[in-house]
């Protein structure tokens, strides 16, 4: 039997695209891919050679009828974490990157779907409030912001991305690309210097914005991907979900 590492996956290697695709793609630099594989224990393992496993703290498992497996949240104290030690790799500052995840929410405000860093001081967040998305990057005693205004849909699974490229970041819904308000455009992130962890469905503190609903397979790559990978991705996994 012929076994493929991880890094020779589409999406996870690093060489150009793989045949039978006619123009090359840039695949690779993942450095979070929770599949939510597990169903059973009180981890969420990494399957990027980061491994930056999550320990639930909360969250029961869930499985839907395709058999796919997520986590529901409760919006009162659950949430995932990983030691800041464990994730330096997710302290990004001028790199470009993509944040991606499966979500499921009725927010009654601000819900986060993946944070490292402490608001207006350090590092980057990425979550939803009541109709819209958002990501974050915070600059000791301010941030900047961009958002996709009425492109979240409570109660619904959808798969929602957004890429930063310098300045710049677009966000994905369900494959493609939304109307994105850039506003001022995003600075980098101050690093967080692994004095914070990465956290899943709360804020940096741990109390606040916490997510009320089902969050499946999250995936971060230190690299803008290309609107062609977020629809494979999209096109692959979309059954999964219903949708």
Known sequence: MRIISYDKLILNNSAEGPFPYTFP????????????????????????????DMDLTGPTWTALPSG?????????????????????????????????????????????????????VDGWEFYVFPNNIALRTNQLGSHTEISAIGFFVPNTWQLVAVTRKGSIGQFYVNGLPVTTTLGTGLLDPVSCAGGNKFLIGVQNNEITNLWDGMMGHHRIYSRELSAFEIMAIWVEERVLYGV
């Open 68 to 120: 796919e497996k997520v986590l529901t949240y409760n919006g009162v104290n659950q949430y995932l974490q990983c030691p800041a030690a464990d994730s330096t790799a997710l302290n990004f500052t001028n790199e470009d990157f993509t944040l991606l995840a499966w979500i499921y929410g009725n927010p009654a405000g601000a819900s986060e779907i993946m944070v490292q860093g402490a608001v207006d």
């Open 25 to 52: 793609i840039l695949w690779g630099k993942v450095e979070l891919d929770l599949p939510h594989f597990d169903g059973v224990n009180g981890k969420v393992h990494d399957i990027s050679c980061r491994h930056i």
